[in-house]
C-alpha cells in the first residue's frame, strides 16, 4: 500500500481493521518491517504504516488514524514528532484515541546499566528453587577515577577480577556496546584510562564476570507475549588459568560458528545445543515481573545461569525494543502483541 494511501476502511468501521504507526530508524526498519511481517499483519487486519521520525506527527498522514504507534526514537526524534499535539487531537481524552507504546521516560532507565539492573534486583523470584539475581558491580566514574587508585576500588568493594567493564550509557551507540573483560589490576588500569578513541573510558560499570557455560538466554518480551532463545556466550574462564590485561568484545550474542575469533567454533555449537533451556515457568515469571518493574512492553532480558549452580540465573542486560526479527516465526510474535494492544488497550501501558 503506498504510504500516502489510507488503508480502505481507513475512516474506522471495519472491528478487524488496524492502522498501527512505526516511528523507527531506518536500520530498525530494515531488519524488523519486513515484507514477511507485512503481509502476516495485514492477513490479520494490521496496517503497518511508516511515520517520518523527522518532522511533527500532525503533518503527516492526514487521512488516517492511527490506533497505536511503536517506536524506538532518540530524543530528538521524539522532539520532532511532537507526539503531544498529536495525542491532543487523537489522545486519550478524545473519542478516537491512539495509543503510542511505551514512554521515554521509562526507556530512559533502560539506556543506564545501573537504573537497567535495579528493575532485576531483588525480584521476588523462586520456582524450581530456582533464583533471579543480578551480577555485583560498582561504578566509575571521573571523579572516583581520580580520588581512587584501581586498587583501592577494587578492594574497597566486593569485586573480584576477572571484570567485565561495561559503559555506563548504553544508548544504542557503537560505543555502548564496546565492553572489555578485565583480567587483573593493570588491566583495569588500562582500560579505565582508554581516550574517547580507545573504548571504556569512564563512566563505567564494573561488573562481576559469571562463569556460565558460554550459553546466555535471551528472553523476548512484547506484552504478555514471551520467547526464550539461547545464544552464543563469552566462554568460561578457568579459575586456575591465570590470564592478564585486558580483552575487547562487542555484541558476541550476534557471533555464529563461523566466526572464528569467538573461542572454539566447535565447542560453542555444542555448548550452546547441549545447555538447558530454563523452566518455562520461571521465564514467564522472570517476563512479568520485569514488565510490572520496568513499565514497559517491548523489550529483551538476558540471563546467563552460572555455571558452578545451575539454580542460580543472573539478568546482565535488558534492551529496549532489541531484534524480534531474530525470532523463528516473529511475524506473528509481533502481530499478536499488535492485535493485543488494539484490541484490549487496557492491557499495555502507554504514553
Ligand atoms: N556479568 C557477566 N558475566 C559473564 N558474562 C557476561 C556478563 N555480562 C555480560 N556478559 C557477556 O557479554 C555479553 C554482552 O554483555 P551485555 O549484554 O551487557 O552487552 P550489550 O552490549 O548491552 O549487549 P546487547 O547487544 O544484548 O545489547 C553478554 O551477552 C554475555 O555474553
Ligand atoms: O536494531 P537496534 O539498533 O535496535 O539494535 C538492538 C539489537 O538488535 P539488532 O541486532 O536486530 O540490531 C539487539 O540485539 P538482540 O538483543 O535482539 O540480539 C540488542 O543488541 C540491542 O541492544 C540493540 O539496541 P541498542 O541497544 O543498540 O539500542
Ligand atoms: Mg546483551
Ligand atoms: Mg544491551
Keep these: 500500500m503506498p504510504q500516502e494511501q489510507a488503508p480502505q476502511n481507513e475512516t474506522q468501521t471495519h472491528d478487524e481493521s488496524y492502522v498501527i504507526g512505526y516511528a523507527l530508524e531506518p536500520k530498525k526498519i530494515q531488519n524488523l518491517i519486513r515484507p514477511s511481517l507485512i503481509d502476516h499483519a495485514k492477513k490479520q487486519g494490521i496496517h503497518l504504516i511508516p511515520i517520518d521520525i523527522n518532522k511533527p506527527l ?93 586498587e583501592e576500588m577494587v578492594m574497597g568493594s566486593n569485586l573480584r577480577f576477572p571484570v567485565i567493564a561495561k559503559p555506563l ?90 566466526d572464528n575469533n569467538v573461542g572454539d567454533g566447535a565447542n560453542h555449537l555444542s555448548n550452546i545445543e547441549r545447555a538447558e533451556m530454563p523452566e518455562e515457568s520461571l521465564i514467564k515469571e522472570l517476563a512479568r515481573a520485569l514488565r510490572e518493574r520496568t513499565g514497559l512492553n517491548l523489550f529483551n532480558i538476558d ?5 558452578k549452580d545451575c539454580t542460580r540465573y543472573l539478568v546482565i542486560d535488558i534492551n529496549y525494543f532489541p531484534g524480534y526479527a531474530k525470532l523463528p516465526c516473529y511475524e506473528s510474535f509481533i502481530t499478536d502483541f499488535l492485535l493485543d494492544c488494539v484490541r484490549n488497550k487496557a492491557a499495555v501501558v502507554c504514553v
Design 303 to 307: 540471563v546467563i545461569r552460572d555455571a
Design 58 to 150: 500532525i503533518q503527516q498522514h492526514p487521512h488516517l488514524r492511527f490506533h497505536c504507534i511503536i517506536q524506538k526514537l532518540q530524543p530528538k526524534h521524539w522532539n520532532n514528532l511532537n507526539f503531544h499535539e498529536y495525542l491532543s487531537k487523537h489522545g486519550a481524552n478524545t473519542t478516537t484515541t491512539t495509543i503510542i507504546i511505551d514512554p521515554p521516560h521509562l526507556v530512559q532507565k533502560l539506556q543506564n546499566r545501573v537504573s537497567m539492573l535495579d528493575s532485576a534486583s531483588q525480584l521476588p523470584l523462586s520456582l524450581q528453587n530456582a533464583t533471579v539475581g543480578v551480577p555485583y558491580q560498582v561504578v566509575v566514574d571521573d571523579e572516583k577515577k581520580t580520588k581512587n587508585s584501581v
Design 169 to 258: 550509557y548504553a544508548d544504542g551507540t557503537m560505543k555502548s556496546h564496546e565492553l572489555c573483560l578485565v583480567f587483573d589490576a593493570q588491566g583495569l588500569r588500562e582500560t579505565l584510562n582508554k581516550n574517547a578513541a580507545g573504548g571504556a573510558a569512564t563512566p563505567v560499570v564494573l561488573q562481576e564476570f559469571v562463569n556460565h557455560g558460554g550459553v546466555v538466554f535471551k528472553v523476548y518480551v512484547a506484552g504478555e507475549h514471551v520467547r526464550c532463545v539461547k545464544r552464543t556466550s563469552l566462554p568460561n574462564i578457568p579459575e586456575d588459568k591465570a590470564k592478564a590485561g585486558t580483552l575487547k568484545f562487542s555484541q558476541i550474542s550476534n557471533f555464529t560458528i563461523q
